[in-house]
């Protein structure tokens, strides 16, 4: 028996068509793309997360000359929020990533495996939806409603 899983998403042609905070997220994350500690790949990711309580808070990736030592982006915001503020919802988070050297068709930057995985972990925590935004440098920007929507058949906690 064959079967489908579909999934939805947005797509905006360009970060002008985002609302307030949207755009806010964005320019957040560009702005901690700067900041990326990246000089082994030279590929610099930020992210911006926004929290339940309105503040918004950021993250790079953070490389190591021992490379599996290093953390992208995604996963050094979630995990010192989860430290920081472990009872508060995240509701949205906005990736930023491409190459120092940015070109025009760079594509919108969707989130690794591992990060994937966290971010399902912090949903599934807090029981509600994380909005994620994903766009390369070129203003091009994907949205998916859930972490969910990114990780068909993910493994959580139900399954141990
Ligand atoms: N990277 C992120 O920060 N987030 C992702 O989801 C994709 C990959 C980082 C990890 C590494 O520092 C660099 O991008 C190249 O893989």
Redesign the pocket.
């Known amino acids: 028996m064959k079967k489908d899983i579909q999934i939805g998403y947005e797509y905006f042609k360009n970060s002008s068509e985002l609302n307030d905070i949207e755009k806010k997220l964005f320019e957040t994350a560009k702005q901690a793309r700067e900041n990326a500690y990246?000089p082994y790949?030279q590929?610099f990711?930020g992210c911006a997360v926004l929290l339940e309580n309105g503040e918004i808070f950021s993250g790079n990736?953070q490389?190591n000359a021992a490379f599996p030592s290093?953390l992208?982006?995604?996963r050094t915001a979630l995990f010192w929020i989860g430290a920081n503020f472990p009872t508060v919802k995240i509701k949205k988070i906005f990736v930023v990533?491409g190459p120092k050297e940015f070109h025009e068709k760079n594509p919108p930057?969707p989130?690794?495996g591992a990060?994937r995985q966290s971010l399902m972990e912090y949903e599934t925590k807090q029981n509600e939806n994380i909005d994620l935004y994903f766009s390369s440098m070129n203003e091009e920007v994907v949205k998916v409603h859930s972490i969910k929507d990114l990780l068909p058949f993910y493994f959580d906690a139900t399954f141990l």
Do not use: D
Request: hydrophobic share 35%; with cysteine.
């Open positions: 990246a790949s590929f990711v990736n490389e290093g992208c982006a995604e990533g930057i989130p690794c990060c």
